[in-house]
């Protein structure tokens, strides 16, 4: 650098700015070595034959000879991206491992932002700064920085550096080990560095898929998540947010739909009187409308009437067109009496039959009724009553008595389409329900790799 | 303003504060030393060396509604590598360091020792060890000591309020809890001497008239 610019009275020509790399050439091998951060730069690893400089030396004094063949950086000493809006060129590399996983730490630099890294492991990338305060315990519990909390993430564990290429701001040697600590919160990452004394913070924060290999032209990556980082956001939160709310969303869908749809229609209707011990009676609802697709139909008789006697009703729903028949039956009935605990009754005077999936068409409806007079009626309980056997002999039992021909009861018939069945709406709500709980299921199972390696110790990487 | 010519080159040297005794010669890298009126050259100052550093004479920048401008440099050299301070003048007439080192950035102000209660400062008025971890209170902020070393000036440049030719001390940075940072020094035969202050960006500073790289974007900070 030089001061001549500032000579007075000679209009200074803007000289082009100059570049941040200086080419110089390497003590032990005399290849071609670009300094990229003169006067911050300490250590030098050649690329051509491996041997670290002292950049703080003029002649850049080698410290360690090498000459064996180097491997390269997936993405090249120089190279250049923007990620999250600033400029950052690859200025050193080098590969470390706790013995059990390797990864990559590529250091960035801007001569106006100073320096980031670029962390690798193999699946994704980090971005790395140094923090300017050290974090804060409030409770005693995890830690505070950039007002996010940490919690702890297993035990410390020894970092060895494996492989050095390019320059760094500090003395980096291969074999080097440093002490670290991991504090986790979703998305970031606070990696401690304990070495000789020296205590550095470093907040990582987990880059996007493809984001940094779209900034420095790296090959892009299959997204995987069978070996998930600590620090990893669950790919199946957000995932499982949306299906909860879709699945909601359509759980309460499906019960307006089936609402609507279960506002019954009447559709048909009919009353006659069966009689009772009489001959069966035959009844035909004609042209019972039904929409096309598939309807429920609910058929209720109401034999109000009813008393200790029973109707049985046969139904026969006949496709007018195919004469495709679809047959049913039930059963009004009604008993009463009293015996040592009292009045009792039981018995449904109101049957009700759900046909499901009935194609759409033009039917007609065939009942069959008989109706029937119980006998045992009276003071004596019905279940021993002998007289259920002997059938006609007590003919006075009931006001039926008065002449088998001629008591009646009135039954109503009636159609109704519509209606959903609730099996049908349980049917709906797993069949909604299935994605959130897949979702559920493998969120939870990536949470468990994620914390894996706490459990178990051991990594199959 | 004290308008003078360098007694080495002639050339012509300014001093614009009694407080400021120190000029390196623009020309001939001459460390001048001003006593009263009379002008004396210490002895050359080295280059410096052609660092990438954004920060030059001249740079402006701010804290709150106090502007700087950055008027002298002392580059300073350890075991394991070295850095700047830049001299920053406030509008006010006041002093401050703005500490370069490994891309970042500390803007520091003298405090008195008085104001400081510290081992540190014991240990190092009696020539001992300063182990890292010592803790201190400067200016009701505590602090632990982080990194001790003996550092050297090898060059310097500007208007500087000391002689920085051959100057080396032991010297040791501190930490705190939150962004305050602080640095000691002691030179042989000198008391300690102490700055205080904090960690910034070139943003926090909103730093005009930066040096501009080739193929690299200038920031622009809102002023």
Redesign the interface.
Known sequence: ?S?DT?A?GVTPVPA?????V?PVNCPNCGGTVDI?????T?SVICGHCGSTLDA?SPELQVIARADKALRTPEIPLGT?GVLRGK?WEVVGYQERTDEEVRWAEYLL???????AFLVDDGRRFNLGL?L???P?SPWGLGLQADGLSFSRFGDPYPVRTTFVVGEF???VAVGETVKETDYVTPGTMLACEDAQ???TWTRLDMLDWGEAETAFGAPGRRREYSHPAPHERSPFKSQLFEAWVIGLIAAVTLFIVSGMAGSQQRIAGTTTDAILDGPEKTLVIKDVVLPPGRSRVEIDADASGLDNSWVDLDYSLTDQKTQDSIDSYGTAEFYSGSDSDGPWSEGDQRPSVSLSSIPGGTYDLIVTLSAHKWNGAGSSAPATDASLMGGHGFADGGWGGTGAGGVTVPVTVTVDRGGIFGGNIVLGLIVILIWPIIVLFRHLGFEKRRKAVLSSGDDDD | MLRASCPNCGA?IAFRSADLPVKVC??CHSSVLRTGGNLAAMGKVAD???????LQLGVRGRVGARGFELIGRVRW?YA?????EWLAWFDDGSTGWLGES???YMLLRQVDPAHVQSMVVDRMRAGMDVP??TQAMIENVEYWA??VKQVSCVAS?GELPFNALGLSASSVDL?????HCASIQKAAGEDVEIYAGQ?V??ADIAATG??????????SYPA
């Open positions: 650098m001061d500032l007075p082009p700015p100059p570049s941040t200086k990229r951060v003169a006067g911050t300490v703080t250049r400029t630099f801007n001569p106006y932002e100073g320096y140094l300017d305060k050290l804060t701001y500090w003395r004394g020296e205590r | 012509p623009d020309y410096l060396p052609d660092d990438v550093s954004p050299r394991d590598g070295a850095w700047n490994m891309g970042r890292t971890g982080s990194d440049e930490m705190s809890a939150d962004e960690y960006s070139l930066l040096r501009a790289f080739e193929g690299w974007p200038m920031p």
